[in-house]
């Protein structure tokens, strides 16, 4: 073992820092472009669909059927110039990971020609199987009927993997008696008891607050280790975590390296993880050194300012 890390140390030694190609000239002009915002909507959809479906954002009520049509194939049309070929309803199961259904834009027309399509009645409500989620003990397992249903106060978005960009539309998660079998119908549920305690006590000293939004900042603490260092460790192959070894030899007993300089061979990987959340309108906003091996924790603002929402997928 001991042979094996000094080998590893070669190695990282002969390591040489990468260049990362910039996203764009200012980050500013590749923000949310990967999101279905009112930008996008306004380009794509016809003025009044639009303002209706902004008024049952704001007021909470239903979404008609034509203006659901209206956003489908604003949506299908936005994602295809981007290269999207497939769409999923994307919701948060209570596994602790999110779930897609991915479903293609090919459809047949009544002459058997193959056309894109994507209507109204996909958007709202798709039916994956439901049998193999959490549910708390509130049905068998053979009940297999879950419902996904689209909350229009979150902006839809696209996913970028190798090969793919997949149109994500969020949503929430229900089984078939109602019961809520995800984490964002509770969250919205709570978000609407918030606000309208919020409001009420608002109105004490101004009349005119009608909204309170709700924000939601994170901080994500993350290690970087070499992959040199990481393979001569089973532990962390096998199991993502440390299980045996010593203590750092430099832990928070010094605090000389705290909000140190970033060390040059990690400046790509932070430019790297930042592309991607920038795309989609997540502001990472502060990186900085904490413990060693190398901590570096990332503060990312989830809200997506370019929405009018009291609530965020993340």
């Known amino acids: 073992m001991a042979i094996l890390r000094f080998k590893a140390l070669e190695l990282v030694d002969q390591r040489q820092p990468l260049t990362v190609k910039p996203l764009a000239a200012r980050r500013s002009d590749s923000f949310g472009q990967n999101v279905f915002n009112l930008e996008a909507m306004r380009a794509n959809m016809p003025g009044e669909?639009?303002?209706?479906?902004?008024?049952a954002v704001k007021h909470g009520s239903p979404v008609e059927r034509s203006v659901a049509d209206a956003?489908?194939?604003?949506?299908?049309?936005?994602?295809?110039?981007?290269?999207?070929?497939?769409?999923?309803?994307?919701?948060?199961?209570?596994?602790?990971?999110?779930?897609?259904?991915?479903?293609?834009?090919?459809d047949l027309n009544s002459d058997g020609r193959p056309i894109e399509?994507?209507?109204?009645?996909?958007l709202v409500q798709q039916e994956p199987d439901a049998s193999s989620f959490p549910n708390g003990g509130i049905r068998n397992t053979f009940e297999a009927r879950g419902y996904t249903a689209w909350d229009p106060t979150?902006?839809?978005?696209i996913i970028e993997t190798v090969g793919a960009k997949t149109l994500c539309?969020?949503?929430?998660?229900?089984?078939?008696?109602?019961e809520?079998?995800?984490?964002?119908?509770?969250?919205?549920?709570?978000?609407?008891?918030?606000?309208?305690?919020?409001?009420?006590?608002c109105q004490y000293f101004d009349k005119d607050v009608q909204r309170v939004n709700t924000t939601l900042g994170i901080e994500q603490e993350y290690f970087l280790v070499d992959k040199a260092l990481y393979d001569a460790r089973p532990d962390l192959v096998m199991t993502g975590r440390t299980l045996f070894g010593h203590a750092p030899a430099k832990g928070q007993q010094l605090e000389d390296h705290y909000f140190g300089s970033i060390p040059p061979a990690c400046m790509p990987s932070c430019s790297t993880s930042r592309k991607k959340p920038t795309r989609s309108a997540f502001r990472c906003v502060r990186v900085t050194m904490r413990w060693l091996p190398i901590s570096l924790s990332a503060r990312l603002l989830l809200r997506m300012p370019t929405w009018p929402s009291t609530t965020t997928s993340c």
């Open 49 to 55: 669909y639009f303002k209706k479906l902004q008024a």
């Open 71 to 106: 956003v489908a194939a604003a949506m299908k049309t936005w994602a295809m110039a981007k290269g999207a070929t497939h769409y999923t309803h994307w919701f948060q199961p209570l596994t602790g990971a999110t779930a897609e259904k991915h479903d293609s834009f090919f």
């Open 117 to 122: 399509n994507f209507k109204g009645s996909a």
């Open 154 to 157: 979150s902006p839809a978005f």
């Open 169 to 178: 539309i969020p949503t929430i998660f229900v089984a078939y008696t109602g």
């Open 180 to 201: 809520a079998l995800d984490y964002k119908a509770p969250l919205l549920k709570s978000l609407a008891v918030l606000e309208k305690a919020a409001v009420d006590v």
